[in-house]
């Protein structure tokens, strides 16, 4: 093999795994390959685009300690978690609170919604403070092990954690339950082509 060839070859292959280690843009939004909740490093399991209609509202990325495919998956994994939103539109943060509301209950048994409602109106809270949601606006949900959901809005921590990991599940299964929002949204986001 000759010693250009080699080289060629060896340029070509760095090329490839830098490029496959590098972030991703979507709708013009960088989603980046790593993140780091609570001193843990975090690999990207996968990210996707939010349609209403034809309209993209925001590019949403999940972080794990190791790959998952399902909300189970999700939820058993060890370490933090942690899903991004990062608007690409701007919406008014009231009627999206109550699209998340009522993602918890398309994907929660009703026997189960009591529980929930106490951590639910502190998140519809979230939202009321936040009156609106502008393009480049991230919302963040990190679970953090012994701690709880932390939700962070516009680089603000919301409030004392969310503790009950049974709340966490029902926030998650809005994305990853039975009854998505999206299923485009939620394959991208669990890896699954």
Do not use: C, H
């Not at 340029?11 to 960088?30: D, P, S």
């Not at 990210?47 to 399902?70: C, E, H, M, N, W």
């Not at 990062?86 to 998340?100: D, Q």
């Amino acid at each position: 093999m000759s010693y250009f060839f080699r080289m060629f070859a060896l340029a070509t292959g760095l090329g490839m795994a830098t490029a496959a280690l590098a972030a991703v843009e979507l709708a013009g939004v960088k989603v980046e390959d790593t993140a780091t909740v609570a001193g843990t490093k975090l690999q990207l399991n996968g990210a996707g685009i939010r349609y209403k209609g034809p309209f993209k509202v925001y590019v949403g990325d999940l972080y794990t300690t190791q790959k998952v495919r399902s909300l189970d998956e999700l939820i058993a994994a060890p370490g933090p978690k942690r899903l991004t939103m990062t608007f690409v539109r701007e919406i008014e943060a009231g009627p999206f609170g109550k699209l998340l509301t009522r993602g918890v209950e398309d994907n929660v048994p009703k026997s189960e919604m009591s529980k929930l409602v106490p951590g639910m109106i502190r998140m519809g809270d979230i939202f009321t403070v936040n009156k609106v949601l502008n393009p480049g606006d991230v919302i963040t949900l990190d679970w953090v092990p012994g701690s709880g959901m932390v939700v962070t809005a516009k680089g603000k921590v919301q409030g004392e954690p969310f503790k009950e990991p049974e709340f966490f599940k029902a926030i998650m299964s809005i994305w990853f339950g039975q009854n998505p929002a999206d299923w485009k949204l939620k394959d991208a986001m669990l890896g699954v082509k």
